[in-house]
């Protein structure tokens, strides 16, 4: 018997591993980072880095797990060469890689169901704060509503929603132990208070739309495999109807939702978004360079729309933001970097019939609605990036393990991945 397994079975069974508190010190600073800022992001970065040296893995393999999202990346961190504000580019672009290499860390050290788990179960002390805080704001319409120590509804709850999804999932998982399980509850009724609480319609109908899915996989999961690809089938293409008609009907879907597109500045933005991009239409201003103090724009768009932090905010579309940012060029790849997602996810279900599994599609599903309204995915230090490069870098790593056992003998051999590329028994 060697030293390390002898220390290992030395340890008593209700002591978590070093992999195990790294993992859910870096999904708890994650969570933090919009009440604590960078001590948060360096405890998340850190602990995924910690992570990557205990399983001992090649620290490049993200980079040729996947390829879509690195072009994304790599733009980002290209548009400081023609920014009027390279240094602060960079710094941007740099930290957002960060954010990007650590979704891919996590990927390549940690199996799914256990990232489920910790997103879970880190998500509980967080929510449980800001459902304790009694901090509440007004918005425009005179609304009061729950902002936390997020201070603000719509980010309190986004976080609420996924770890809303990520509860269920571990829930629905007769393979979690039972710790998992129970925190997974707590944080569960802790998420559908505070998701009421805010007050956010939106984001109540699509989280709720997200979790319906989830768990309508999970059933799916059980059944025959022609009933459940008949069914897979079918949701697809009702998901790809009401994403087109989200896009060609937005002021209808945003008044359903409970947002006039008008009243809340959406349809001015998008307008003035698109008369900068026709400004800049192959690079754009810089990754992060328009919503800067001193900018002609940004403090004309600030005074109209409120804001009198004059920080912050942002065009409410991923497509429009990034285009405004980043060019034409930008938009194109932050679409690819997308369907790329999608297409991870699609061959994800196909190889991996698990609710970790159906927490990852109902994240996705959950996301479609937000691109049209949010910036979630070239947000620094979000679960946003986070999610998708995990996505495409497992779904990478799940087709090179099937072109070369090698490659999942070295995955298994990782503390945390030990069965992160099976099939459910």
């Given at each position: ?6 220390r ?11 992999e ?10 994650l ?12 405890g998340f970065v ?8 205990l ?11 996947t390829?879509a999202p ?9 548009s ?10 960079f ?5 957002y890689f ?5 979704g ?8 799914p ?8 179960a ?7 704060m800001?459902?304790t ?5 007004v ?8 902002v936390g120590?997020f ?7 986004y976080?609420?929603?996924i770890?809303?999804?990520a ?7 007769r393979?979690?132990p039972?710790p ?8 569960a009724?802790?998420a ?10 939106g984001?109540?109908?699509a ?6 899915v989830?768990?309508?996989l999970?059933?799916?999961f059980?059944?025959?495999v022609l009933a459940?690809s ?5 949701g ?6 009401v994403?087109?008609a989200g896009?060609?009907?937005t ?12 009243l809340t500045g ?12 026709e400004?800049?239409p ?5 990754y992060?360079?328009f919503?800067k103090?001193?900018s ?8 109209q729309?409120n804001?009198g ?18 060019g034409y ?8 970097m997308?369907?790329?997602?999608w297409?991870?996810?699609?061959k994800w ?7 970790h ?9 959950y996301s ?8 979630d ?11 998708i490069?995990?996505?495409?870098t497992?779904a990478?790593?799940?087709l090179?393990r099937?072109?070369?056992p090698d490659?999942?003998e ?5 503390p945390?991945?030990g ?7």
């Open positions: 018997m060697s030293y390390a397994m002898a290992r079975r030395a340890r008593p069974r209700w002591m978590p591993s070093l195990t508190v790294c993992l859910l010190g870096s999904i708890t600073c969570i933090f980072v919009p009440h604590m800022g960078n001590v948060a992001a360096a850190g602990g995924t880095l910690a992570l990557l040296a399983s001992r893995t090649n620290p490049l393999e993200p980079f040729f797990a390829t690195w072009l994304f990346t790599g733009w980002i961190l290209a400081s060469l023609w920014s009027t504000d390279s240094g602060f580019t710094y941007e672009g740099l930290q960060f954010t990007c290499y650590a891919a860390v996590l990927a390549q050290t940690v199996e169901r256990r990232l489920v788990a910790a997103i879970a880190g998500s509980l002390p967080a929510l449980v800001s459902a805080s009694g901090i509440y704001g918005d425009e319409r005179g609304v009061v509503s729950l120590i201070n603000s509804k719509n980010f309190l709850a976080y609420a929603t770890g809303l999804l509860s269920l999932a571990t829930l629905c998982d393979r979690q039972l998992p399980r129970l925190a997974a509850a707590a944080t009724v802790v559908v208070y505070i998701i009421l609480a805010a007050r956010s319609l984001t109540l109908v989280g709720f739309m997200a979790a319906g989830l768990l309508g999970v059933f799916i059980r059944l025959s459940r008949l069914i897979i089938a079918i697809l293409m009702a998901g790809l109807a994403a087109l896009v060609l009907y002021d209808q879907v945003l008044e359903l939702l409970g947002k006039d597109s008008s959406r349809s001015f933005l998008w307008a003035r978004g698109w008369q900068y991009i400004m800049r192959v690079f754009g201003t810089g992060y360079n919503w103090q001193g002609v724009e940004a403090e004309g768009l600030w005074r729309m804001i932090s004059r920080t912050g905010f942002h065009f409410h579309n991923i497509f429009i933001n990034a285009g405004v940012e980043l060029v930008g938009m194109a790849l932050i679409t690819v997308v369907l790329a997602a297409r991870g996810i699609i279900l196909a190889r991996d019939l698990a609710p599994t159906a927490f990852f599609a109902a994240f996705m599903v479609l609605p937000r691109l049209f309204i949010e910036v995915i070239p947000s620094i230090y979000g679960w946003g990036p986070v999610l490069f995990y996505i495409c497992h990478g790593l799940l090179k099937a072109a070369d490659i999942g070295a995955l298994s051999a990782s945390m991945h069965a992160s590329l099976s099939r459910r028994p």
